[in-house]
């Protein structure tokens, strides 16, 4: 994703706007890349190529292809670290949130995303349960981990979830 050549004609000039559109990341552009929220990310400490500025500049320049393909925006480990010390209080967690859901909407959902998605909707319930947890739990007393997914699928379709499919070419 990163260190390739940015090509002007793969550019989607409304893609910032799109982004800009929902409320919890109408701050993107302000933005000025100062790398606060690099620093301060934990996934950056493992993951060096993660860097969210870099994300932000992508958004900004309209690389929608490149960003919402891209397998960074689901590294987050959702701490608001980046949030709390960004000096241009751009809510990055939340930008991210959106181009998750811009991404699962266009098909760019890692697979093992889309699975859980689709477990939920079936089950309401986000890991499939073995019949050997069911069988334990049973004989400890405990509530059985039966789920009912149409709460979950009702919600989804909502939000605009609705069904997801991962790309083929993922």
């Known amino acids: 994703m990163y260190g390739q050549p940015i090509r002007v004609s793969e550019l989607d000039t409304n893609f910032k706007h799109e982004v800009m559109a929902h409320e919890a990341a109408h701050d993107i552009t302000a933005c000025f890349s100062c790398g606060t929220c690099t620093v301060g990310c934990p996934i950056h400490e493992a993951y060096p190529e993660y860097d969210p500025r870099k994300l932000a500049r992508m958004v900004n320049l309209g690389m929608r292809e490149r960003v919402l393909s891209s397998s960074y925006i689901w590294y987050c480990a959702t701490c608001h670290t980046c949030e709390l010390r960004c000096p241009q209080n751009v809510k990055f967690f939340?930008?991210?949130?959106?181009?998750?859901?811009?991404?699962?909407?266009?098909?760019?959902?890692?697979p093992s995303w889309v699975n859980q998605t689709q477990q939920v909707m079936k089950t309401g319930i986000v890991f499939a349960t073995e019949e050997a947890w069911v069988e334990r739990r049973e004989e400890l007393s405990l509530c059985p981990l039966k789920g009912d997914g149409e709460e979950a699928a009702k919600l989804m379709r909502l939000t605009g979830v609705g069904e997801i499919q991962p790309r083929a070419q993922l």
């Open 94 to 110: 939340s930008v991210l949130n959106v181009l998750k859901n811009m991404a699962a909407k266009e098909g760019y959902a890692p």
